[in-house]
């Protein structure tokens, strides 16, 4: 702990929330003086949150050799069926060079493993929490079932937990919400993964707690293939790679800072004062190491990209030696592939989106180098990884002009109702919170009841930067600030990066199951301190 109480002092708090709510007064000002905020903002990005400073030596950048998380094994594949088993447990890992970090871990690793599916193949995976605390696990951007979609009260207990009615404050709240579903140590989660062909990730999602459980290790990736995304010549094998981003911080013992308030993680969730807006860490991981690098052939690579931070928003690009910026071709958004490649030189990236981009490095010298630089970064964390081209090689691969064809087209004039929800800071039972239409997140009430089948438009209006998260359904971008989506908004999306002071739309079609499901901003903090709502689907 390296700070004491005075942190929680008003002084403190009074500075924190003028500097939070600072950026919505400035917006105001550029709005009365008619400059268009979000264009004066993109110019100068501000960031939502505060970093954290490590208290070790850091290494060096593009040391460590990127890893790759295994691919999980089922345990059966009996009728049809993969069946999966993760244990969720304690682990420690070197994670910069010499230290040891105690992790929470899937199967012992950060990320956890891999789960690779084939679309419209079900598979069943039984999670066994062998943490001191409760989980719940979510496969973000997921077409499952409600009771598999790791609904924050939906818990598992872990076997040494107290009796419920002694009430540790996780399972309270399970207690609060009469259609919480408690599991002692295990639970099996079902996924039939009728769905498009995509890079999705499973976390950790208990109430209140989310933020610091994936901080410490509750994170990893599912890919979903299908035949014909297999044909389409895309890089694959050692040329298909993920990359999942994630910041962290690390204090002098060699474990994870982060700020909460209650470190046990058991009794009482919230972060100090001066982190309300976001945890960033001053350590950008790739795959869980430290600024990694991986040789490369003088070939076309398939970049599966994650940005599985808790608040860090990153502005990528991919830099030569000799200071060229290589394409970054889009062919893929969280819910899948384009219709067509979008072509960019700077890919922002906000927490819990996923692209798949396309970078061919076979104009790029042997033995030189290509860094991927994030532009919204500064010192150490302008850094994220780097490839070395360390060979020429025969290319097969192609982008194909057409990438698929079933991408839904939802119309405007479809929409059987527009809905408008706020984002905004605010006060929660009297502390700080971060609310979606002027309320903090409650298992027990009904916000949105939506008919099975409807397709809607949904407004989001933000404050400050907000990356908004819809269980079970992809969405389109309609608009942003009244004005056509951004080139990277392209494709079927789960979630969207609403800019400070921004107001979007987006149009779905609510379809799949019936049941409660969530919606809620991607800042794992601003998550934790509220700002999430029910969707129940009727
Ligand atoms: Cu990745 Cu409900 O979230
Ligand atoms: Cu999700
Ligand atoms: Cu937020």
Request: hydrophobic content about 40%.
């Amino acid at each position: 702990m390296r700070e004491d109480h005075d942190d929680r002092s008003g002084r403190a708090r009074a500075m924190t929330r003028r500097q939070i709510l600072g950026i919505g007064g400035a917006l105001g000002l550029m709005a009365a003086t008619g400059l268009s905020a979000s264009a004066a903002l993109s110019r100068r990005p501000p960031i939502t949150g505060a970093e954290l400073r490590s208290a070790v030596p850091l290494p060096p950048p593009f040391q460590v050799p990127l890893p790759i998380p295994a691919v999980l094994k089922p345990v059966s594949t009996k009728s049809g069926v993969d069946h999966y088993e993760i244990t969720q447990r304690e682990a420690s890992a070197e994670i910069l060079p010499g230290v040891r970090t105690p992790l929470w871990t899937y199967e012992g690793t950060f990320p956890g493993p891999t789960i690779e599916s084939r679309r419209g193949r079900p598979i069943t995976v039984t999670h066994r929490n062998e943490l001191p605390v409760p989980t719940a696990v979510h496969l973000h951007g997921g077409r499952t079932p409600a009771d598999s979609d790791g609904y924050p009260t939906d818990l598992i207990l872990p076997g040494s937990w107290p009796d419920a009615t002694h009430g540790a404050h996780g399972a309270e709240h399970g207690m609060h919400d009469p259609r919480a579903v408690l599991t002692k140590l295990t639970r099996d989660y079902t996924f039939p993964l009728d769905q498009r062909p995509t890079m999705l990730w499973y976390h950790d999602h208990r109430m209140d707690f989310t933020a610091p459980a994936i901080w410490r290790g509750l994170a990893g990736l599912h890919i979903i293939r299908d035949d014909a995304e297999d044909s389409l010549g895309l890089p694959a094998g050692p040329r298909e790679l993920p990359i999942a981003i994630a910041d962290r911080a690390f204090a002098a013992d060699g474990g994870l800072d982060y700020p909460s308030v209650d470190p046990t993680l058991r009794e009482r969730p919230g972060v100090r004062e001066p982190y309300l807006a976001g945890v960033l860490g001053d350590v950008i991981l790739v795959n869980g190491a430290p600024w990694p690098v991986h040789e490369v052939d003088a070939a076309r690579y398939r970049l599966r990209i994650l940005n599985a931070s808790n608040a860090r928003h990153y502005e990528l690009e991919a830099v030569t030696d000799d200071g060229r910026r290589l394409d970054l071709v889009q062919i893929g958004a969280d819910q899948g592939l384009l219709a067509t490649p979008v072509t960019h030189q700077l890919l922002p990236l906000a927490p819990a989106e996923r692209y798949d981009v396309i970078v061919d490095f076979s104009g790029v010298p042997i033995g030189s180098r290509v860094r991927v630089v994030n532009r919204l970064g500064s010192g150490r964390t302008r850094d994220v990884m780097a490839f070395r081209v360390v060979r020429n090689a025969t290319d097969d691969s192609r982008i194909p002009r057409t990438l698929s064809n079933d991408l839904p087209s939802w119309h405007r004039s479809d929409a059987v109702r527009v809905r408008e929800f706020s984002f905004r800071a605010g006060q929660m039972h009297g502390e700080h919170g971060w609310l979606i239409g002027g309320l903090p997140f409650d298992p027990a009430r009904s916000d949105v009841t939506v008919r099975l089948g409807d397709v809607e438009v949904w407004r989001l209006v933000a404050d400050v930067h907000h990356p908004v998260h819809l269980h079970l359904v992809g969405f389109a971008v309609l608009a942003r600030g009244g004005r056509p989506p951004l080139p990277h908004d392209a494709g079927l999306k789960d979630t969207i990066s609403l800019r400070p002071g921004e107001s979007a739309e987006i149009i779905t079609r609510f379809d799949g199951y019936r049941g409660r499901y969530l919606f809620h901003c991607h800042n794992a903090e601003h998550e934790d301190m509220g700002m999430m709502a029910n969707l129940e689907i009727t």
